[in-house]
């Protein structure tokens, strides 16, 4: 066995043995809201839309994958929309 067949063994192992985790797209998916809301605003019924803002611990540590949108119209009425992983 060479040093690179060794190496690659020992490498494989290691992730083969790491607890599997899933991607959610809440960003991929929240980012794409924000960017439709503000392009496909064609009659200005929107005054603001915010960035995504992160579900964080009070620590600053991620809390989930969810997602908030804050919309705001030009009546001045809010919205918030939410994206979040449903298990």
């Known amino acids: 066995m060479t040093h690179f067949d060794t190496m690659n063994t ?4 290691f ?10 797209y809440c960003d991929y998916i929240a ?8 392009a496909n ?3 200005r019924l929107l005054a603001s839309v915010s960035r995504p803002k992160y579900d964080l611990t ?4 991620f809390a989930s994958t969810k997602k908030t949108i804050e919309v705001e119209d030009r009546n001045g009425r809010k919205y918030r929309v939410t994206v979040e992983e449903v298990k």
């Open 41 to 43: 605003d064609t009659e």
């Open 10 to 13: 020992i490498v494989n192992q």
């Open 15 to 24: 992730f083969d043995n790491l607890p599997k985790s899933y991607v959610a």
């Open 58 to 61: 009070e620590s600053g540590g």
């Open 31 to 38: 980012h794409n809201i924000v960017g439709n809301l503000k």
